[in-house]
């Protein structure tokens, strides 16, 4: 009978992975993997050095949750993976470049993927209550950020966005949230965490005789992309905000 164990520091950004990882295994290592990334900003670093997968989809589930993560503010997936160093090995990498195992960046020790994974100085979270001041206190996170990071054109726009996803959780989640916001290369993200598996689903546009339900449509319009993402005991709703697109709009 194959087993996959994972070993979560909590004061670490390493999750260890040990055992054999098959099929049937993948998705509790999915979701210890989004788990921790859920709690923490910054990459999480996947350790199989004792790990030996023995299905396609065991690997393949390493390069789904970096997808899933792809648009979240300040989260990746790295793994550190001895056998990448072999000179066999067809993505063996060059000095200070990570190879790729299975569309995942690859270290050979711990040290290396520790080091791409240091922590991020420009991101902000707040943990936040389902209140009606809920909101508020997103907004001024926003404001904060985007003045810090020189993107004052999303301001507005973002605070948007984060005013219906915050809203979303206070009418219908009932739940503690976590906001997380962080610039990447020119563009904000944005996410919200919570802990009702409800999902928002988005019809398009709304008659104009329908009262509410509108929410999901401004966020579809200020942001470039945004979806939502099942986590364990939650989700995760998260938008990409780019100052490009403001200075179209104004044109």
Do not use: Y
């Not at 950004?13 to 993948?26: C, E, M, T, W």
């Amino acid at each position: 009978m194959s087993s996959c164990l994972v070993d979560i520091d909590d004061s670490s950004v390493v999750v260890r992975l040990s055992g054999v990882l098959d099929a049937a295994g993948a998705g509790a290592v999915r979701d210890a993997l989004l788990a921790r990334l859920c709690d923490r900003p910054g990459p999480v670093v996947a350790d199989v050095t004792g790990l030996r997968v023995v299905d396609p989809v065991g690997w393949g589930v390493f390069a789904e949750v970096r997808r899933e993560v792809a648009d979240w503010p300040a989260a990746d997936l790295l793994l550190c993976d001895p056998t990448v160093n072999g000179p066999d090995h067809a993505d063996a990498p060059l000095a200070g470049v990570p190879a790729m195992v299975a569309g995942v960046p690859a270290w050979p020790t711990l040290d290396g993927a520790l080091a791409a994974a240091a922590p991020l100085a420009a991101v902000l979270t707040a943990e936040l209550a389902p209140t009606v001041g809920a909101a508020r206190q997103a907004r001024e996170l926003v404001s904060t950020g985007c003045q810090g990071w020189g993107m004052p054109t999303l301001i507005d726009p973002a605070c948007i966005a984060i005013t219906e996803m915050v809203n979303n959780v206070v009418a219908h989640a009932h739940t503690p949230m976590t906001v997380r916001l962080a610039p990447r290369d020119s563009a904000l993200h944005v996410a919200v965490r919570d802990h009702s598996p409800r999902r928002p689903t988005f019809a398009g546009l709304s008659p104009p005789t329908r009262v509410g339900g509108r929410g999901l449509l401004l966020i579809d319009t200020v942001a470039r992309r945004w979806g939502s993402s099942a986590v364990p005991d939650g989700k995760v709703v998260w938008c990409v905000l780019h100052p490009d697109d403001e200075a179209a709009g104004s044109e």
